[in-house]
């Protein structure tokens, strides 16, 4: 039932609304720079209070114990200005999150005729009937696990626990006889096998009579967790729309944005409203995206001291190399300031080779060119487009002889000027760009600098912009769009429909190329796409034949 709050909102959950108003309240007012890491246990239970947390109903026992352990830990939390400095609050939460890792719990409960207890938590315990599981002969004795900060003899010398074998053995032995006197009726039991290994009882259950489930009257049951699932009741639900967005919501990577609600709209839903991310995959060295933002940074560089094409042509040979290096080396000293320390000097000269040669290279096909001046390099914009304020960063803008624009979006992998296509674009940058700009551009380019394979590759509205740009009306596209307006029209009409559908919020599982975009994509385990292929139920793009 809907419910007015306080201020008389119409919300239709107005008591939370309330409370997480007093929340936003006291967050705000917290201080923004560091304090003592006893100030940040208060402030985290003054942040719950304001919520009300636990509640106003009466607590359970389990529910008690869970809430008193709570407030220990935060209380421990002030035992941490002893060995740290003053945190912001984002660190006393980091080590919170570490003391809760780190904390042993186990609410107490009544009396049960089952108990599931550890080796340590059996000890001195009597019981009516005892099973003592996984005793197999990989695993007990325990394998040793002696302290790696500490000299291995020495732990060894003073009988340091888990510190040797003999320890081990020692400990299974003792153990084993205390279960033994614990009841009068024991099984030990072992595992014979997992996958294709082959288990047997440990050495120290030799001399004890063996049995088998039968003998122990013990029924053979299936598997539980076939068995928890053929009993399940399942009621299928398609969930593929979240909640529409506001007017003018803004979001950063706005070409990023509509590319990936063009590959698969789930995926765009993922990322840019609920802040989906993998984990970075480590690896030696620059990542493809750190050697493209490197070399995107250098081109920016080298272009802000050219300016225009006739100073490339004119500079002296010795000059223009050391623009490049000059270019080159600001790009690693920004590399450097963003945290890439453990790159050593062997790697940066052997990057900073590798950049002048690239540069070196690239710059023969801007010689080639017609006169052009560089009037934008890495230029920030907010293109509105559907209710969405996107930011966008375009590489590169040339004017041409005649006064047009060409919109330059460098790549250092391959790239095709059909990926600006359909009504599902793979790559909708160079299009959303030109609606970013004040006037609409003569030419689009893709740069594409790579080695041995570097040069543009566009389309444009005159002939003799530079080679590897077409006409469109002498391209293979001629035949879908009559003339360069008509291209920008349906580029406008492509953009304007990818943005509208995610801020519908609509996200159904609909990779364009099934193999290809899942294969690039690290959100298979959220969005479950295998299961609807498992199930025979083909997505749209396989449907469409990938188009």
Request: hydrophobic content about 40%; overall charge negative; proline content about 6%.
């Amino acid at each position: 039932m809907a419910q007015a709050g306080a201020e008389g909102h119409a919300h239709s959950c107005g008591i939370l609304a309330d409370r997480l108003r007093t929340l936003r309240y006291r967050v705000r007012d917290l201080p923004p720079d560091a304090q003592p890491v006893s100030f940040w246990g208060p402030a985290l239970q003054s942040m719950l209070s304001a919520v009300q947390w636990p509640g106003e109903r009466e607590l359970n026992s389990e529910e008690y114990q869970t809430f008193k352990k709570w407030r220990e830990l935060i209380a421990g939390l002030a035992q941490l200005d002893l060995v740290s400095a003053p945190v912001r609050l984002a660190s006393a939460l980091e080590m919170l999150r570490g003391l809760a890792a780190e904390q042993l719990f186990q609410p107490e409960t009544a009396d049960v005729p089952i108990q599931v207890v550890g080796v340590l938590e059996s000890a001195q315990l009597e019981f009516d009937h005892l099973w003592v599981l996984g005793l197999s002969d990989d695993s007990w004795p325990r394998p040793a696990r002696p302290n790696p900060l500490l000299p291995l003899e020495l732990q060894r010398s003073r009988g340091v626990p888990r510190a040797s074998t003999e320890w081990e053995l020692a400990f299974a032995r003792r153990a084993q006889a205390e279960w033994l006197r614990a009841s009068a009726h024991v099984v030990f039991s072992y595992h014979a096998g997992e996958g294709d290994t082959t288990f047997g009882p440990s050495p120290l259950l030799a001399g004890l009579p063996e049995t088998t489930l039968a003998q122990l009257g013990v029924e053979e049951l299936p598997d539980w967790r076939a068995t928890a699932h053929e009993a399940a009741t399942l009621e299928p639900f398609t969930d593929w729309q979240g909640f529409a967005l506001a007017e003018g919501s803004a979001f950063r990577g706005g070409a990023r944005l509509l590319q990936n609600q063009s590959a698969c709209p789930f995926r765009a839903f993922a990322v840019h409203r609920l802040g989906a991310a993998s984990l970075d995959h480590p690896q030696e060295g620059l990542n493809a995206r750190g050697r493209g933002i490197l070399v995107h940074t250098a081109l920016a560089e080298l272009w802000s001291e050219l300016t225009t094409q006739q100073r490339l042509v004119s500079m002296p040979h010795d000059q223009l190399a050391s623009v490049v290096a000059g270019a080159v080396d600001k790009a690693l000293a920004r590399l450097r300031r963003t945290g890439a320390s453990t790159f050593g000097p062997r790697f940066l000269e052997l990057e900073r080779a590798r950049l002048i040669e690239l540069l070196a290279e690239w710059l023969q096909v801007e010689r080639q060119r017609s006169e052009f001046c560089v009037t934008a390099r890495e230029e920030s914009a907010v293109v509105n487009i559907a209710g969405l304020a996107l930011s966008l960063r375009l590489d590169r803008v040339d004017c041409l002889p005649a006064g047009g624009d060409l919109l330059i979006d460098y790549k250092t992998g391959s790239s095709s000027i059909a990926d600006w296509m359909g009504e599902r674009p793979d790559e909708p940058q160079l299009p959303l760009y030109y609606l970013a700009r004040p006037r609409a551009p003569e030419a689009v380019a893709f740069a594409q600098v790579r080695r041995g394979e570097c040069g543009l590759f566009g389309l444009s509205a005159n002939p003799g912009v530079a080679d590897g740009i077409t006409q469109l009306t002498r391209s293979r596209f001629t035949t879908e769009f009559r003339d360069w307006p008509a291209l920008l029209a349906r580029w406008r009409l492509t953009l304007e429909g990818l943005a509208t559908q995610f801020r519908s919020g609509a996200a159904p599982v609909d990779p364009k190329k099934r193999a290809v975009t899942c294969r690039n994509c690290d959100l298979s385990m959220l969005c479950r796409v295998s299961e609807v292929v498992d199930r025979g139920s083909p997505t749209a793009g396989e449907e469409n034949g990938g188009e």
